[in-house]
């Protein structure tokens, strides 16, 4: 379900492995309000996140224990930005899992 007042611009679904990472490129616009999502499967029990500007400064990274990882930004400045999806550990011996990304205008 869509965050209230806000639409689906992309999702995507991928498949990680422990400790490999998946980057994602957006372009948010100044001044527009957004939410990134992520999800993933029930055999994760932590998948962080980071969030970097064109210039490959860190926006905002959510590095705490969880499978459903979030950030909300509001850019200054129209650019490309990079999401680093990273699987940090299973609950049990699988090495993958399946999760999402969506982002929220």
């Known amino acids: ?13 991928l498949t990680l492995l422990l400790m490999k990472e998946a980057v994602y490129s957006f372009t948010l616009f100044a001044g527009n309000s957004y ?4 999800c993933a499967g029930a055999n994760v029990a932590d998948l962080d ?27 200054e400045k129209t650019g490309t930005f990079y999401l680093v999806v990273k699987l940090v550990d299973t609950s049990d011996a ?3 899992a399946v999760g999402y990304v969506q982002l929220y205008e």
Do not use: F
Request: aromatic fraction near 2%; hydrophobic fraction near 30%.
């Open 1 to 13: 379900k869509a965050p209230e007042g806000l639409r689906m611009v992309s999702s995507d679904m």
């Open 35 to 38: 939410q990134l999502l992520t």
């Open 49 to 75: 996140i980071h969030l970097y500007d064109q210039n490959g400064k860190l926006v905002e990274a959510k590095t705490e224990v969880d499978r459903q990882p979030s950030i909300s930004i509001k850019p």
């Open 94 to 96: 699988k090495p993958g």
